[in-house]
């Protein structure tokens, strides 16, 4: 199970930090994926992270951070420099494999989504 929490409504330019926690999993095992699904638009990739290594989508480089924290069994994206575009709802997502991957179907579990508004 992944609760995914910390969205909010937030002015451009700012900051949210998202957090997703994982409950009955071997955690570290497991690439962890943030995407994003605007309105009327299909879901895409935000970031990844395996062990360490980490990938991210163009759009987001530079801006946002994911980071994981196994003993908390959490996964993070920090969120800078916030844009209207990058209004959605935000899903974290499990991989049953370390490598992180940007591909959608490649990851096995889904956590509910948390809103991003990010006004003008």
């Known amino acids: 199970q992944l609760q995914a929490c910390g969205g909010g409504l937030v002015q451009a330019g700012g900051s949210l930090r998202l957090s997703c926690a994982a409950a009955g999993r071997t955690f570290r095992s497991y690439a962890m994926g943030w995407f994003r699904q605007a309105a009327g638009k299909e879901r895409e990739f935000v970031a990844a992270?395996?062990?360490?290594?980490?990938s991210y989508a163009d759009s987001v480089k530079g801006r946002f951070t994911i980071s994981r924290d196994n003993a908390k069994d959490t996964v993070y994206l920090q969120m800078f420099g916030l844009k209207p575009e990058d209004t959605a709802v935000y899903y974290c997502?499990?991989?049953?494999?370390?490598?992180?991957?940007?591909?959608?179907?490649?990851?096995?579990?889904w956590g509910q989504g948390t809103q991003v508004t990010v006004s003008s």
């Open positions: 997502a499990a991989r049953r494999n370390i490598v992180p991957v940007t591909t959608l179907n490649e990851y096995d579990y």
């Open positions: 992270i395996g062990w360490t290594s980490t």
